[in-house]
């Protein structure tokens, strides 16, 4: 079954950080592009950042172009995604994504002190 587990999130302080994990199963994530998205209360899914397939990065956001680094673990067909320098404003659930897999349920990442 093709499938997408984020992990990883949980409370932070205002500066902290925290690193996501997206495990895929029943496929190869490093034959495709992952994309890290985020939905906070009441607002759209916003795209983060995506790691093509040649490990390229891609920002869409500039607020994680500053603060957010998309890895890649091949040997644990994982990917990560490391946030640093979170703010309140980062509250949200964070998905991760590739265009073989539905969307999972995602990880809450709640930043507050």
């Known amino acids: 079954q093709v499938q997408l587990v984020e992990s990883g999130g949980g409370l932070v302080q205002p500066g902290g950080s925290l690193r996501l994990s997206c495990v895929g199963s029943?496929?190869?994530?490093?034959?495709?592009?992952v994309g890290w998205f985020r939905q906070a209360p009441g607002k759209e899914r916003e795209g983060l950042l995506c790691?093509?397939?040649?490990?390229?990065?891609?920002y869409y956001s500039d607020s994680a172009r500053d603060r957010f680094t998309i890895s890649r673990d091949d040997a644990k067909n994982t990917v990560y995604l490391q946030m640093n320098a979170l703010k309140p404003g980062d509250t949200a659930v964070y998905y991760c994504?590739?265009?073989?897999?539905?969307w999972g349920q995602g990880t809450q990442v709640t930043v507050s002190s």
């Open positions: 994504k590739t265009t073989n897999a539905d």
């Open positions: 029943g496929f190869a994530l490093d034959d495709y592009a």
């Open positions: 790691s093509g397939s040649f490990d390229d990065t891609t």
